[in-house]
């Protein structure tokens, strides 16, 4: 979660939002939030996500051209749940707010943005700038003495930048910015970097004066053996829930996240000690499975807004005596479920690709 989707938009896209940045201002732009001092948490108590984003900041982030007031509710995209679900994990912030539609999906006319704010701790010495397409973006903002790394396009504008020893990213994400039109058409590009950089004034100071106790607070036990696609993860039962033709080619491929934690989405799984086993037939990823050992216990994460809607739950039969298992599942309306989360054990699984369910109902019968 390279980074994440949101942030592997096509470079033409990408830079013709940059040049917007650049160009004259629209005709009737929203004024840029004024960002406001945050209290500083006493020492001790977790931060929060109001500690780092005030609610009236989240608002004034998250209004539309037309100035009309908007109410923010905590929520989070459905892409982004994974990923929240790793860093919350391992003590960091995944903060996430949503105006506009529920639920949202991208293609057909819609106002939902998301205005996102994730904390990675201990990770300031893994970080790197935004991804510009291809190619890493050099556009810069100084925002609280730190120079941080900014970018716009399709689905939105981002701002990552190395906080003390953290890794913070916030973005901000909206239906209709390559077609229909967004709820921050004639505000401009220039405009909702603004806007980040007014979240990143209140969020980093607190993130600097902020002690070891109050972020880094794993919520799970890492895990601390090697990666392995064995056990309810052997080779044998993924072939045969994928069920190939016979003659291919197959290769059982286990990758640990430590081995590449280039980009953000990366330095996440690499910090919950993740890891993949990917299934490749004549050399193409049919089916990997991300397994963050640990990790079961915030399942329940997927059962929050907006994932609540975004995922159905997966019947997986019955498991094995002493197994608990659960697993959600997403839905393509025009074809077969590619993607799937399944808690069994202590262990969260995230499996992408073909035969999703019936490769999740494996794992499940091979556990305990």
Avoid: K
Avoid at 83 to 89: M, P, S, Y
Avoid at 257 to 274: H, I, L, Q, S, T
Avoid at 287 to 296: D, E, W
Avoid at 315 to 333: F, K, N, S
């Amino acid at each position: 979660m390279g980074l994440n989707p949101l942030l592997l938009a096509t470079a033409a896209v990408l830079v013709a939002a940059l040049a917007g940045c650049a160009g004259a201002p629209a005709a009737s732009p929203s004024p840029s939030p004024v960002a406001t001092a945050s209290p500083t948490p006493d020492a001790g108590e977790p931060l929060a996500c109001d500690d780092l984003v005030p609610p009236e900041l989240v608002a004034a982030t998250l209004a539309g051209d037309d100035g009309e007031p908007v109410d923010p509710v905590a929520a989070v995209a459905a892409t982004e749940a994974f990923t929240g679900v790793l860093i919350e994990g391992v003590g960091g912030l995944a903060c996430s707010w949503r105006v506009g539609s529920g639920m949202p999906e991208y293609n057909p006319p819609s106002d939902w943005a998301y205005l996102r704010v994730d904390v990675l701790p201990d990770a300031a010495g893994r970080w790197v700038p935004l991804q510009l397409g291809d190619a890493v973006s050099t556009d810069t903002r100084e925002v609280a003495g730190i120079e941080a790394s900014v970018t716009g396009g399709d689905p939105g504008w981002f701002l990552s930048a190395p906080v003390g020893d953290d890794w913070v990213v916030a973005s901000i994400s909206a239906a209709g910015l390559t077609g229909a039109g967004s709820r921050f058409d004639g505000v401009g590009g220039a405009a909702m970097i603004d806007r980040l950089a007014d979240v990143a004034r209140t969020a980093f100071p607190v993130l600097e004066a902020a002690t070891p106790e109050q972020l880094e607070r794993p919520a799970v036990a890492l895990r601390d053996m090697d990666a392995a696609c064995a056990g309810s993860l052997d080779r044998a039962g993924i072939l045969e829930a994928v069920q190939l033709r016979d003659g291919t080619t197959v290769e059982y491929v286990a990758t640990d996240a430590a081995d590449d934690p280039v980009g953000f989405p990366n330095a996440v799984r690499a910090a919950a000690r993740a890891f993949d086993c990917e299934l490749r037939v004549d050399g193409r990823p049919v089916v990997t499975i991300t397994t963050a050992p640990g990790f079961a216990s915030l399942f329940d994460r997927f059962r929050e807004p907006d994932a609540d809607v975004a995922y159905d739950e997966l019947l997986l039969g019955e498991a094995p005596e002493g197994v608990e298992a659960r697993a959600v599942v997403e839905r393509d309306p025009d074809g077969p479920a590619s993607l799937t989360f399944l808690a069994v054990g202590d262990a969260l699984h995230q499996i992408r690709g073909e035969r999703v369910e019936e490769v999740a109902r494996a794992i499940v019968a091979r556990s305990g």
